[in-house]
Protein backbone atom coordinates (compact mmCIF):
# COMPACT_ATOMS: atom_id res chain seq x y z
CA UNK A 1 0.00 0.00 0.00
CA UNK A 2 1.15 3.02 -0.87
CA UNK A 3 2.26 6.14 1.92
CA UNK A 4 0.31 8.18 1.47
CA UNK A 5 2.94 11.69 1.84
CA UNK A 6 0.45 14.44 1.11
CA UNK A 7 -1.56 13.69 4.65
CA UNK A 8 -0.87 15.69 8.00
CA UNK A 9 -0.19 12.24 9.80
CA UNK A 10 2.61 11.99 7.59
CA UNK A 11 4.20 15.30 7.87
CA UNK A 12 4.01 15.28 11.71
CA UNK A 13 5.69 11.62 12.12
CA UNK A 14 8.32 12.40 9.53
CA UNK A 15 9.47 15.83 11.40
CA UNK A 16 9.10 13.77 14.63
CA UNK A 17 11.53 11.50 13.04
CA UNK A 18 14.08 13.94 11.60
CA UNK A 19 14.26 16.14 15.11
CA UNK A 20 14.99 12.73 16.67
CA UNK A 21 17.52 11.84 14.21
CA UNK A 22 19.07 15.50 14.21
CA UNK A 23 19.10 15.62 18.12
CA UNK A 24 20.76 12.17 18.46
CA UNK A 25 23.50 13.60 15.66
CA UNK A 26 23.88 16.96 17.59
CA UNK A 27 24.00 15.32 20.94
CA UNK A 28 26.60 12.94 19.83
CA UNK A 29 28.80 15.22 17.69
CA UNK A 30 28.60 17.27 20.99
CA UNK A 31 29.67 14.45 23.13
CA UNK A 32 32.48 13.00 20.94
CA UNK A 33 34.20 17.25 20.96
CA UNK A 34 32.93 17.96 24.60
CA UNK A 35 37.01 16.66 25.75
CA UNK A 36 38.62 19.29 22.90
CA UNK A 37 35.65 21.86 24.07
CA UNK A 38 36.97 21.54 27.52
CA UNK A 39 40.76 21.77 26.55
CA UNK A 40 40.57 24.93 24.59
CA UNK A 41 38.85 26.53 27.75
CA UNK A 42 41.17 25.48 29.69
CA UNK A 43 43.90 26.96 27.32
CA UNK A 44 42.04 29.96 26.82
CA UNK A 45 42.36 31.15 30.18
CA UNK A 46 46.13 30.11 30.40
CA UNK A 47 46.94 32.58 27.94
CA UNK A 48 44.53 35.49 29.12
CA UNK A 49 45.78 35.04 32.91
CA UNK A 50 49.60 35.16 31.06
CA UNK A 51 48.42 37.90 29.18
CA UNK A 52 47.16 40.04 32.45
CA UNK A 53 51.24 39.22 33.46
CA UNK A 54 52.35 40.41 30.38
CA UNK A 55 53.93 37.23 29.42
CA UNK A 56 52.48 38.11 25.14
CA UNK A 57 53.35 39.10 22.17
CA UNK A 58 52.51 42.24 22.47
CA UNK A 59 56.10 43.99 21.78
CA UNK A 60 58.17 44.12 18.43
CA UNK A 61 56.56 43.21 14.93
CA UNK A 62 53.45 41.22 16.00
CA UNK A 63 52.73 43.80 18.45
CA UNK A 64 51.95 47.24 16.76
CA UNK A 65 49.35 48.66 19.08
CA UNK A 66 47.37 44.87 18.45
CA UNK A 67 46.74 42.19 21.06
CA UNK A 68 48.95 39.37 20.66
CA UNK A 69 48.29 36.11 22.87
CA UNK A 70 51.06 32.92 23.21
CA UNK A 71 49.72 30.52 21.36
CA UNK A 72 48.04 28.33 22.97
CA UNK A 73 51.05 25.74 22.96
CA UNK A 74 53.29 28.18 24.13
CA UNK A 75 50.71 29.08 26.86
CA UNK A 76 50.25 25.52 27.79
CA UNK A 77 54.24 25.49 28.66
CA UNK A 78 54.58 28.72 30.25
CA UNK A 79 51.90 28.92 32.53
CA UNK A 80 53.57 26.60 34.81
CA UNK A 81 56.45 28.82 34.92
CA UNK A 82 54.79 31.91 35.41
CA UNK A 83 52.17 31.24 38.12
CA UNK A 84 53.94 29.23 40.72
CA UNK A 85 50.90 28.80 43.16
CA UNK A 86 46.79 28.84 43.36
CA UNK A 87 44.91 29.47 45.87
CA UNK A 88 41.27 30.03 47.26
CA UNK A 89 40.67 32.81 49.31
CA UNK A 90 38.29 32.73 52.38
CA UNK A 91 38.06 36.86 52.67
CA UNK A 92 35.78 36.23 55.98
CA UNK A 93 38.85 34.84 57.88
CA UNK A 94 42.02 36.28 56.07
CA UNK A 95 43.14 32.58 55.33
CA UNK A 96 44.03 31.07 52.21
CA UNK A 97 43.88 27.27 51.25
CA UNK A 98 46.65 26.43 48.32
CA UNK A 99 44.86 24.35 45.28
CA UNK A 100 47.02 21.87 44.44
CA UNK A 101 47.78 20.77 40.44
CA UNK A 102 48.31 23.00 37.84
CA UNK A 103 44.98 22.95 36.43
CA UNK A 104 43.11 22.48 39.50
CA UNK A 105 41.87 26.13 39.77
CA UNK A 106 41.43 26.42 36.10
CA UNK A 107 39.48 23.87 35.73
CA UNK A 108 36.79 25.38 38.71
CA UNK A 109 33.23 25.68 37.13
CA UNK A 110 31.91 28.08 40.04
CA UNK A 111 31.36 25.92 42.97
CA UNK A 112 33.93 26.80 45.18
CA UNK A 113 34.46 27.68 48.82
CA UNK A 114 36.36 30.36 48.51
CA UNK A 115 37.72 33.40 45.95
CA UNK A 116 40.39 32.32 43.30
CA UNK A 117 43.60 33.62 43.09
CA UNK A 118 46.58 32.56 41.30
CA UNK A 119 50.21 33.66 42.74
CA UNK A 120 52.84 34.51 39.42
CA UNK A 121 56.46 35.31 39.33
CA UNK A 122 57.80 37.81 36.69
CA UNK A 123 60.99 39.52 35.95
CA UNK A 124 61.55 38.75 39.90
CA UNK A 125 58.68 40.14 41.30
CA UNK A 126 55.66 38.40 42.71
CA UNK A 127 52.58 38.92 40.82
CA UNK A 128 48.92 38.25 42.20
CA UNK A 129 46.48 37.69 39.73
CA UNK A 130 42.48 38.16 40.65
CA UNK A 131 40.13 37.05 38.10
CA UNK A 132 37.07 39.69 37.77
CA UNK A 133 33.37 39.31 36.36
CA UNK A 134 30.43 41.53 35.86
CA UNK A 135 28.35 43.11 33.57
CA UNK A 136 28.31 45.65 30.93
CA UNK A 137 25.75 47.17 28.57
CA UNK A 138 24.75 44.21 27.07
CA UNK A 139 26.38 41.05 28.68
CA UNK A 140 28.57 39.21 30.73
CA UNK A 141 31.90 41.03 31.22
CA UNK A 142 34.98 39.20 32.71
CA UNK A 143 38.94 39.79 33.04
CA UNK A 144 41.89 39.26 35.06
CA UNK A 145 44.16 41.84 36.94
CA UNK A 146 47.31 41.26 37.55
CA UNK A 147 48.53 43.38 40.66
CA UNK A 148 51.88 43.65 43.07
CA UNK A 149 52.02 43.59 46.31
CA UNK A 150 51.65 47.46 46.71
CA UNK A 151 48.66 46.79 44.91
CA UNK A 152 49.95 48.40 41.34
CA UNK A 153 48.39 47.27 38.73
CA UNK A 154 50.86 44.94 36.10
CA UNK A 155 48.68 44.38 33.62
CA UNK A 156 45.14 43.40 32.90
CA UNK A 157 43.16 41.45 30.25
CA UNK A 158 39.30 42.18 29.74
CA UNK A 159 36.79 40.26 27.63
CA UNK A 160 32.78 40.64 26.79
CA UNK A 161 30.02 38.68 25.48
CA UNK A 162 28.22 41.06 23.91
CA UNK A 163 28.97 44.47 23.99
CA UNK A 164 29.01 46.93 20.76
CA UNK A 165 31.43 46.64 18.10
CA UNK A 166 33.73 49.53 17.89
CA UNK A 167 32.13 50.99 21.59
CA UNK A 168 31.94 49.37 24.53
CA UNK A 169 33.70 45.92 22.94
CA UNK A 170 36.70 48.35 22.99
CA UNK A 171 37.39 47.17 26.36
CA UNK A 172 39.83 44.50 25.11
CA UNK A 173 41.88 46.24 22.71
CA UNK A 174 45.12 47.68 23.84
CA UNK A 175 44.88 51.16 23.67
CA UNK A 176 41.91 50.84 26.67
CA UNK A 177 43.78 47.46 28.95
CA UNK A 178 47.42 49.00 28.64
CA UNK A 179 46.26 52.32 30.71
CA UNK A 180 45.41 50.44 33.23
CA UNK A 181 49.40 49.62 34.11
CA UNK A 182 50.53 50.69 36.92
CA UNK A 183 47.33 52.44 38.31
CA UNK A 184 46.87 52.79 42.07
CA UNK A 185 44.71 50.21 43.49
CA UNK A 186 45.12 52.19 46.75
CA UNK A 187 45.54 55.68 47.83
CA UNK A 188 48.63 57.31 49.66
CA UNK A 189 46.77 56.27 52.66
CA UNK A 190 46.99 53.07 52.13
CA UNK A 191 42.75 52.75 51.56
CA UNK A 192 41.14 50.98 48.58
CA UNK A 193 40.35 53.30 45.86
CA UNK A 194 39.72 51.24 43.15
CA UNK A 195 39.97 52.24 39.28
CA UNK A 196 37.59 54.55 37.87
CA UNK A 197 36.38 54.86 34.46
CA UNK A 198 36.01 58.79 33.95
CA UNK A 199 35.17 61.04 31.09
CA UNK A 200 36.59 64.20 32.64
CA UNK A 201 39.80 62.29 33.45
CA UNK A 202 41.85 65.38 31.81
CA UNK A 203 44.96 62.78 31.60
CA UNK A 204 44.76 62.16 27.85
CA UNK A 205 48.47 60.31 28.27
CA UNK A 206 47.66 59.07 31.58
CA UNK A 207 50.71 60.15 33.34
CA UNK A 208 48.66 60.22 36.67
CA UNK A 209 48.82 56.78 38.19
CA UNK A 210 48.26 57.27 41.79
CA UNK A 211 44.77 59.08 40.79
CA UNK A 212 42.89 55.81 40.63
CA UNK A 213 41.13 56.83 37.13
CA UNK A 214 41.37 56.28 33.59
CA UNK A 215 39.96 57.37 30.54
CA UNK A 216 36.85 56.33 29.33
CA UNK A 217 35.89 54.73 26.35
CA UNK A 218 33.85 57.88 23.72
CA UNK A 219 30.78 56.59 23.54
CA UNK A 220 30.30 53.32 25.84
CA UNK A 221 29.82 55.16 29.10
CA UNK A 222 27.38 52.21 30.46
CA UNK A 223 29.98 49.45 29.50
CA UNK A 224 32.53 51.62 31.31
CA UNK A 225 30.41 51.66 34.58
CA UNK A 226 30.40 48.27 34.47
CA UNK A 227 33.94 47.83 34.29
CA UNK A 228 34.54 50.43 37.04
CA UNK A 229 32.20 48.07 39.34
CA UNK A 230 33.65 45.25 38.15
CA UNK A 231 37.48 45.75 38.98
CA UNK A 232 35.60 47.79 42.66
CA UNK A 233 33.99 44.39 43.24
CA UNK A 234 36.22 42.23 42.48
CA UNK A 235 39.73 43.56 43.76
CA UNK A 236 38.14 44.66 46.65
CA UNK A 237 37.66 41.10 49.18
CA UNK A 238 41.56 40.24 47.80
CA UNK A 239 43.24 43.76 49.79
CA UNK A 240 43.24 42.33 53.20
CA UNK A 241 44.82 39.04 52.37
CA UNK A 242 47.83 40.15 50.00
CA UNK A 243 48.50 43.27 52.35
CA UNK A 244 49.08 40.50 55.28
CA UNK A 245 51.38 38.89 52.87
CA UNK A 246 53.73 41.73 52.61
CA UNK A 247 53.58 43.11 56.29
Excluded at 16 to 37: C, D, E
Excluded at 151 to 164: A, L, P, R, S, W
Aim: aromatic share 8%; net charge negative.
Amino acid sequence: MAVKTESNSYTVIFAIVMVVIVGALLAGISSALSGQISENKKLEKKQNILYAMGVNHNEGALGEGKVVFLTTAEANTEFDKYVKAQYLIDPQSNTAKEVKGAEDLINFNGHRSGLPLYVGEKDGKTLYIIPVNGRGLWDAIWGYIAVDKDFVIQGVFFDHKGETAGLGANIKERFFMDDFIGEHVLDANGAFQSVQISKSNADPENKRKEDGKVDAIAGATLTGNGVAEMIAHGLSPYVAYIKSLNQ
